[in-house]
Nanobody, 117 residues
Framework: QVQLVESGGDLAQPGGSLRLSCAAS????????MAWYRQAPGKQRELVAS???????NYADPVKGRFTISRDDAKNTVYLQMTSLKPEDTAVYYC???????????WGRGTQVTVSS
């Protein structure tokens, strides 16, 4: 069983930076893919970035060139480095994981990112 705990959400000014962390615990060796999703008020949850166990990354068009997903295997932690933040990046950011033999994907509880001057 795997658990996910996000951290790093905060208030940032437009053009600023934040780094989100997602710490995984438990049977992390079964994880095939981890990702960050976000959900803004009144909108559907959307994929922001993903990272496979083979280190293949994928980014949503609105964040390409500004956000970077990475991981530290020693710490079982996935990061989302966000730069050049815009007000439209304001959302609750959720960590996601899915692995071989899992019945369902796993979600963290979310961390709030607010971009405002």
């Amino acid at each position: 069983q795997v658990q996910l705990v996000e951290s790093g959400g905060d208030l940032a000014q437009p053009g600023g930076s934040l780094r989100l962390s997602c710490a995984a615990s438990g049977s992390t060796f079964t994880i095939d893919i981890m990702a960050w999703y976000r959900q803004a008020p009144g909108k559907q949850r959307e994929l922001v970035a993903s990272l496979t166990s083979d280190s293949i990354t994928n980014y949503a068009d609105p964040v390409k060139g500004r956000f970077t997903i990475s991981r530290d295997d020693a710490k079982n932690t996935v990061y989302l480095q966000m730069t050049s933040l815009k007000p439209e990046d304001t959302a609750v950011y959720y960590c996601y994981a899915f692995g071989s033999g899992w019945y369902a994907a796993l979600w963290g509880r979310g961390t709030q990112v607010t971009v405002s001057s």
